[in-house]
Antibody
C-alpha cells in the first residue's frame, strides 16, 4: 500500500522559514516523480513544485520560485520542501503527492497534508 | 500560463447523471486528470489520461476530452459522490502542473 506521510508544518512568522518532509513507503521511491500541492483555506488546489525521480529536473510555480526549494533523498525515501521568506498567502495545507510513473504528469497518490500557518 | 476553467458548482439529483466540464485552449492536445476531494480529506485521483479509471474507482466515473473542453461524467450519482472535483493538466510550455478552480458537486 502506497503511503505518504508529511511532517514539519506549523506556525511561523512572516519572513520566516520552514522545512516540510514527506516519507514515502509501499513503493519504489526512486522510480517516481514527486510533487507538492497546497490548498489555502477555503480555496482550490495549487500546484507548488515537482521533482523527477532522480532529482535532476525541478519545477516551481511562479508564486514560490526563488523562495521554496524542493529536494529528495532516495536513500531515505524522503521528499523535502524548504520554504523561506514566508508570506501570509503561503498559509495552506501542503500535500505531498506521488507522480504516476515515467511520463505521467498526474498526482496518483496523496498524503494527508501538513498545515502551514504564516502569521505574526 | 495555461488556464483551466471549471464551473463553480453543479447540482444533480440522486440517480441522475452529473457532468462537470473543464475548459482550456485546445485542451484535447493535453492529457487531463480529474480528482475528487471530500471535506477534510486529501484529493483522490478518479480519472487519468482523459478517460482511464484507476483501480478502485467505480465504473460510474468516466471522462472525455475534445476540442476546448474536457468532461467528467458521473452516472447514477450517489450521495457519497458529493465533493469538490478538480481537473489538471501539464503545461508543456512552462513545465507546470495546472489545476482548474474546482467544481462543487451537490447531490
Amino acid at each position: 500500500e502506497v503511503q505518504l506521510l508529511e511532517s514539519g508544518g506549523g506556525l511561523v512568522q512572516p519572513g520566516g522559514s520552514l522545512r516540510l518532509s514527506c516519507a514515502g513507503s509501499g513503493f519504489t521511491f526512486s522510480s517516481y516523480a514527486m510533487n507538492w500541492v497546497r490548498q489555502a483555506p477555503g480555496k482550490g488546489l495549487e500546484w507548488v513544485s515537482a521533482i523527477d525521480n532522480i532529482g535532476s529536473s525541478i519545477y516551481y510555480a511562479d508564486s514560490v520560485k526563488g523562495r521554496f526549494t524542493i529536494s529528495r533523498d532516495n536513500s531515505k525515501n524522503t521528499l523535502h520542501l524548504q520554504m523561506t521568506s514566508l508570506r501570509a498567502e503561503d498559509t495552506a495545507i501542503y500535500y505531498c503527492g506521488r507522480g504516476g510513473g515515467v511520463g505521467a504528469t498526474m498526482v496518483e497518490y496523496w498524503g494527508q497534508g501538513s498545515q502551514v500557518t504564516v502569521s505574526s | 500560463s495555461y488556464v483551466l476553467t471549471q464551473p463553480p458548482s453543479v447540482a444533480v439529483a440522486p440517480g441522475k447523471t452529473a457532468t462537470i466540464t473543464c475548459g482550456g485552449n485546445n485542451i484535447e492536445s493535453k492529457s487531463v486528470h480529474w480528482y475528487q476531494q471530500k471535506p477534510g480529506q486529501a484529493p483522490v485521483l478518479v480519472i487519468s489520461f482523459d478517460a482511464d479509471r484507476p483501480s478502485g474507482i467505480p465504473e460510474r466515473f468516466s471522462g472525455s476530452n475534445s476540442g476546448n473542453t474536457a468532461t467528467l461524467t458521473i452516472s447514477r450519482v450517489e450521495a457519497g459522490d458529493e465533493a469538490d472535483y478538480y481537473c489538471q493538466v501539464w503545461d508543456s510550455n512552462s513545465d507546470h502542473r495546472v489545476f482548474g478552480g474546482g467544481t462543487k458537486l451537490t447531490v
